[in-house]
């Protein structure tokens, strides 16, 4: 009897888990995520894949290797290794865009191919997990990614759902909700043409008897359905490389009438064995008494006739499992023992499983309070994660200080939760995609007599650089000298244009910064004039405004004298003062309230709190953590010209303040950063 390996998320518990079902036993093993992905409900696990006694799970923002284990009393799957790449765990905690979904693995290209959707892209890899080329979704089919023709910070190109190898080592990718149409598309990766359209909310695609099955929705708004999910199966084109010949067959899942109406099942993972092809079956909400279980279910190959189905267990640790992915274990491989009773493992260790039985719908069901003060907790983007690399992988044991020092300051979060700043985000505002900027530097090699050295060297000020920004956001940069916060916040201003990729932001941006802007010769008065003309206000309003400016600033007879007689401290006012009376929609202050007295930086701190209610996005560059504390909702913590935290205060901060203690320390407890920043 065939066995199906399965990943499973239980949102309830908060927990992932692999599964295993054999048809003839039913659900005889399950295991959850150790170590734990403590990223939940953003991270999980995703798509599976098996080579060679090897299981391969794409979480949301990694790749595992798991080996098989028979040892007695321990989890039949053991950890090997964690791939890890920066941009893959970037967008953690933005709006829920899931990173990596699909994974495949190419035995014709030796290749690991995973969908990342954070990057709107296909990563591939050695089988070791080196990175080799990345495939973005508007270079495999320029025709059908294309930018829309009005600006929109929301916009994405496409979700890829599913990668598919055929006989001949065509791979198709199942793409949803293309280009934010809602519609979605079968393309082939290497020539980008279109073999499926107009699908609905498509999942999975596997090719087996001549027929490619996928997995859509029947109606409904995309993401959001009434029904029960389908399965369908289209006729593979004969002696031709790529393509469809029409629809072979088309199942809708069948479940009680009753139940299906509050608790409609969709179509998640999808396996074949013999004539029967294999689907996971999962309501997609709040769990309820009265919904069907969520379940595997089996279809005959030739006749679309549902078949079998197998119930997955409820159980007290691990709620209301979910089924994202599935994939056939072969006939050699040898399982734990699959007699009839359910073997669990909770965080390495075997446990008794205790079946779930609610007493009330109330309790079975989660307070929707609840839910959304989850969700709030997790929205502000805490993250710790590894830099970007050419090639390299990050064993677990390496993370493990920085897990702890996630784990500490998540705890901390949970039990001060009343004391913990609320996050209010609103519509994209500031979209900086893979950004990279590079100078040469010839300075001390103009007169050498090597003709090499007279070329000059390059040094990256940016690089790769992928980070978004929202309305309502108040974002401190940190970051020690030669960082990159200056040159990120001349580059959001548009000083600045990057070498590599993209900086798109939404409204009028203001860049404050000691000594930009101001011209030495003129008077304070007359450089309010000019700057006020510059971010577009009219000269009546400057001159109605410019004793408001002037009072701020606190210059008194210096506010008619030349730019050229200030101090640091005095240019800094008059920016400020002129800055936060033209309101901009994104402000940007560079080191700006570093300078002054104590009163006025006070002053200075009661206008920012003012201003952060009626301007769009604040973006801060400090060297202050009190300053950062006290203005910011969010950390971006930049180093060498790369991301290397984004998240909430409470998370970065304590990090950041061990590391100025003694960087070199730090990188040398902490090798997988430090080779990965040179």
């Known amino acids: ?189 290497d020539s980008g043409e279109l073999l499926l359209d107009g699908l609905q909310d498509p999942h999975g695609g596997i090719i087996s008897h001549g027929l490619y099955f996928l997995q859509d929705v029947v109606q409904g708004p995309y993401g959001r359905t009434p029904d029960n999910g389908k399965l369908m199966a289209y006729n593979i084109k004969q002696n031709q490389k790529i393509g469809f ?133 997790n929205s502000t983007g805490t993250q710790s994660t590894v830099l970007p690399g050419n090639n390299k992988t990050v064993p677990e044991k390496n993370n493990s200080s920085l897990d702890k020092a996630r784990i500490q300051t998540n705890c901390k979060k949970t039990t001060n939760k009343a004391k913990k700043k609320k996050l209010v985000r609103g519509a994209r505002s500031i979209f900086i995609n893979h950004v990279s900027l590079c100078y040469l530097r010839t300075g001390n090699f103009l007169f050498s007599l090597n003709k090499k050295e007279r070329t000059g060297r390059e040094y990256w000020a940016l690089r790769d650089i992928s980070v978004s920004f929202y309305e309502g956001d108040t974002v401190g940069l940190i970051g020690r000298n030669g960082s990159g916060k200056s040159t990120l916040s001349m580059m959001i201003s548009g000083a600045l244009k990057p070498d590599k990729g993209k900086v798109i932001t939404q409204g009028k941006v203001q860049l404050l910064a000691l000594g930009i802007g101001f011209r030495p010769q003129l008077t304070g008065r007359e450089n309010v004039m000019i700057s006020g003309s510059i971010l577009g206000m009219p000269r009546k309003k400057i001159k109605a405004r410019m004793n408001e400016i002037e009072a701020f600033a606190e210059l008194g007879d210096f506010f008619d004298e030349p730019i050229r007689t200030y101090s640091a401290g005095m240019k800094s006012r008059l920016g400020f003062a002129v800055s936060t009376a033209v309101q901009p929609d994104i402000l940007i202050l560079d080191e700006v309230m570093s300078t002054g007295d104590a009163a006025f930086r006070n002053k200075a701190n009661k206008r920012m709190e003012e201003m952060r209610g009626r301007t769009k996005t604040v973006v801060v560059v400090s060297h202050s953590p009190a300053q950062i504390k006290a203005l910011c909702s969010r950390v971006v913590w930049l180093e060498k010209g790369r991301v290397l935290m984004d998240g909430s205060i409470e998370d970065i901060l304590p990090i950041y303040e061990r590391f100025c203690k003694n960087p070199d320390q730090w990188l040398t407890e902490h090798p997988e950063i430090a080779d990965l920043l040179i």
């Open 245 to 377: 010949d029409g629809l072979a067959w088309e199942a809708t899942l069948k479940s009680d009438e009753d139940k299906k109406k509050s608790n409609p099942q969709q179509l998640r993972g999808i396996a074949v064995a013999g004539d029967k092809i294999y689907c996971g079956a999962s309501f997609f909400g709040n769990p309820s008494v009265q919904q069907v279980p969520n379940r595997i279910v089996s279809f005959d190959i030739m006749t679309s006739r549902q078949l079998e189905s197998f119930d997955l267990p409820d159980l007290v640790e691990f709620r209301h499992p979910q089924i994202f992915a599935m994939t056939l274990i072969p006939d050699d491989w040898q399982l734990p023992n699959p007699d009839k009773k359910l073997t669990f493992f909770l965080a390495g260790k075997q446990v008794v499983p205790q079946p779930y039985q609610p007493a009330t719908e109330a309790e079975a069901t989660p307070e929707k309070k609840e839910k959304k003060s989850s969700t709030t907790e």
């Open 1 to 189: 009897m065939p066995s199906f390996l399965i990943t499973l998320v239980s949102w309830a518990s908060k927990r992932a888990g692999i599964g295993i079902l054999n048809t003839d036993s039913g659900f005889h093993y399950l295991q959850d995520d150790y170590p734990a992905l403590h990223q939940l409900p953003f991270s999980s696990y995703r798509g599976v894949a098996l080579f060679e006694r090897h299981i391969y799970l794409a979480t949301s923002h990694s790749i595992r290797i798991y080996d098989c284990s028979n040892e007695p009393e321990t989890p039949f799957f053991t950890l090997q290794q964690e791939i890890r790449y920066f941009d893959w765990s970037l967008l953690t905690g933005q709006p829920p865009y899931v990173g990596l979904v699909p994974i495949l693995l190419s035995k014709k290209r030796n290749r690991i191919l995973v969908a990342n959707n954070s990057q709107c892209s296909v990563d591939a890899l050695s089988l070791k997990g080196d990175f080799v080329k990345r495939y973005s979704l508007w270079d495999i089919a320029p025709d059908i990614f294309q930018l829309p023709e009005q600006f929109d910070l929301q916009f994405t190109y496409g979700q890829t759902r599913q990668l598919c190898e055929t006989t001949d080592g065509s791979i198709y990718m199942t793409v949803a909700n293309c280009s934010k149409s809602g519609n979605g598309k079968i393309i082939d990766l």
